[in-house]
């Protein structure tokens, strides 16, 4: 079993209709979407999270349950659901985002199950490590389960609600005590360490803890960084629609490959060989690569591999 944590969100992404612009509104979230990649790929995934009851949160809810992810731990309020406002930039997207007392960012620790069934894995990521009071409840859960099982994070920086670098990444490296899979994009670094080598940061990543370390670079590829040696690969050639929940896709990638052949623990990362990572790597590039094929995060089923 796979346990995703954190925030469930609507990403209103921009088209045009007769010469002008509209937004159309699309199920989101980067936890939300990581979820709901593994569930497509058929492996057992659940999701922890706090849902809105207004008509977007149940338009979540919804979408998500349609794609094999169980809900038995996720919980309901009557805030209003986050929204994301994407803006594409040459680079990529621009996400601005409305949550103040949104549902999605008032988890509390009360809401979290007593305990996890024993081998489940658990990923955590994203700006519900930055939000009131659930990057705190979350940062709670990720310290309890801390060697208990296989802690995985993909931080999926948005600089727009980082107001204090400097703080942000000493709360950043504290995360990174607790986990053994780091899934990290380029531009996350870049922004992080400007000027820095990629694969000197990996070495620092992996220097606080975690067994692998794996940097996305969107259309060059990806590489990662284990036992302090470099495995890479490319990306699958595609005509791309967007770019919105690659990231995510290629982490639930990851983490379906490791459940599905049984390296979902310490140990399972650990006695990866460089065979194992790079098709570790090809399929995550693979799902990602497909995701990009349409417009929204909507990644692919497993029958469509």
């Known amino acids: ?16 209709q007769e010469d002008k612009a509209a937004y159309v509104a699309h199920p989101g979230g980067s936890p939300y979407n990581v979820a709901m990649g593994i569930g497509r790929l058929g492996e057992p995934v659940e999701f922890l999270g706090r849902f809105s009851t207004d008509g977007f949160g149940q338009l979540l809810r919804g979408h998500i349950g349609k794609s094999r992810v169980g809900l038995n731990h996720a919980v309901e309020g009557p805030e209003l659901t986050t929204l994301a406002l994407v803006t594409p930039t040459p680079t990529g997207e621009f996400f601005s985002f409305y949550c103040q007392n949104t ?19 658990l ?18 859960l990720m310290r309890r389960e801390k060697g208990k099982r296989l802690i995985s994070l993909d931080p999926n920086v948005r600089p727009f609600l980082i107001h204090d670098r400097a703080a942000y990444i000493r709360r950043l490296e504290g995360w990174l005590n607790c986990a053994d899979l780091v899934k990290v994009s380029e531009a996350d670094l870049r922004w992080l360490y400007p000027g820095q080598s990629l694969e000197a940061l990996a070495q620092l990543w992996t220097a606080h803890g975690a067994a692998l370390a794996v940097v996305t670079m969107g259309g ?3 590489f990662a960084l284990h036992g302090g040696e470099v495995v890479r690969v490319e990306s699958p050639r595609v005509s791309v629609v967007d770019t919105v929940g690659a990231g995510d896709t290629f982490m639930a990638g990851l983490l379906s490959w490791l459940h599905a052949h049984g390296f979902g623990s310490r140990a399972g990362l650990e006695s990866l060989g460089p065979d194992q990572i790079s098709q570790l790597l090809t399929f995550a590039a693979k799902v990602a690569a497909i995701n990009c094929t349409r417009a ?5 089923w497993k029958e469509e591999l």
């Open 103 to 121: 549902a999605d960012t008032l988890l509390q620790p009360s809401d979290l199950p007593a305990e996890l069934p024993e081998g489940a894995m």
């Open 1 to 16: 079993m796979i346990f995703v944590a954190g925030e469930a969100l609507i990403d209103m992404a921009p088209t045009r």
């Open 296 to 300: 929204g995060a909507d990644p692919p």
């Open 123 to 140: 990923h955590f990521g994203s700006i519900s490590l930055l939000l009131e009071p659930t990057a705190s409840t979350l940062e709670g």
């Open 220 to 222: 060059d590829g990806a």
